[in-house]
């Protein structure tokens, strides 16, 4: 059975940082395209992020560039990213969901929030 | 970008009506859309693919259509457990994907 569970949530101050895991089980992980997905408090679904099989393809939502960071680590099935220069508007629940643009499957996600 | 636009934003029906919501996106996007179900604090779950491709163990009262610009989403006979946020998703511009709105659904 395939399981994803998102780790890393929690308050931060703007302009902090924070590191999301997502610990991938019961499927080949190396096998597939990872996607963050975000949804802010009361708010629809936005892409955030994705990564291909190997790394070397990556791609991010233009309101991330240059402060987010998605990687993977296939030898421990986990998803992560990393969250630099954080701002108000970053507050919502993250998702990692496997797939590039058909998501079968989500983690629960993890609440960030982004407040003084 | 690719805007997609859902109506209605909410709606309000009884068991056992029809309920259908539409997705409109900004450019043709052939049949790459794809329509979720959110429960509250649950995250979303795929009930259509490519359109009109029903996933594997959703309920047959869900169903889709459409291609280009404009796409139907439709639930023949409203159920008390389909009560959920509803949206669709285009995936023709890669890398970038977007979603709809939502449609919140609701029992009268």
């Known amino acids: 059975e395939v399981h994803l569970v998102e780790s890393g949530g929690g308050l931060v101050q703007p302009g902090g940082s924070l590191r999301l895991s997502c610990a991938a089980s019961?499927?080949?992980?190396?096998?597939?395209?990872m996607t963050w997905v975000r949804q802010a408090p009361g708010k629809g679904l936005e892409w955030v992020a994705n990564?291909?099989?190997?790394?070397?393809?990556?791609y991010y939502v233009d309101s991330v560039k240059g402060r987010f960071t998605i990687s993977r680590d296939n030898a421990k099935t986990s998803l992560f990213l990393q969250m630099h220069i954080l701002r108000a508007e970053d507050t919502a629940v993250y998702y990692c969901?496997?797939?590039?643009?058909?998501?079968?499957?989500w983690g629960q996600g993890a609440l960030v929030t982004v407040s003084s | 970008d690719i805007q997609m636009t859902q109506s209605p934003s909410s709606l309000s029906a009884s068991v056992g009506d029809r309920v259908t919501i539409t997705c409109q996106a900004s450019?043709?996007?052939?049949?790459?859309l794809n329509w979720y179900q959110q429960k509250p604090g649950k995250a979303p779950k795929l009930l259509i693919y490519?359109?009109?491709n029903l996933e594997t163990g959703v309920p047959s009262r869900f169903s889709g259509s459409g291609s280009g610009t404009d796409f139907t989403f439709t639930i023949s006979s409203l159920q008390p457990e389909d009560i959920a946020t509803y949206y669709c998703?285009?995936?023709?511009?890669?890398?970038?994907?977007?979603f709809g709105g939502g449609t919140k659904v609701e029992i009268k």
């Open positions: 969901a496997r797939g590039r643009w058909l998501f079968e499957y």
């Open positions: 019961g499927f080949t992980f190396s096998n597939y395209w």
């Open positions: 990564i291909e099989q190997d790394g070397n393809e990556i």
């Open positions: 450019q043709d996007i052939g049949n790459y």
């Open positions: 490519d359109a009109s």
């Open positions: 998703q285009q995936y023709d511009n890669l890398p970038q994907l977007t």
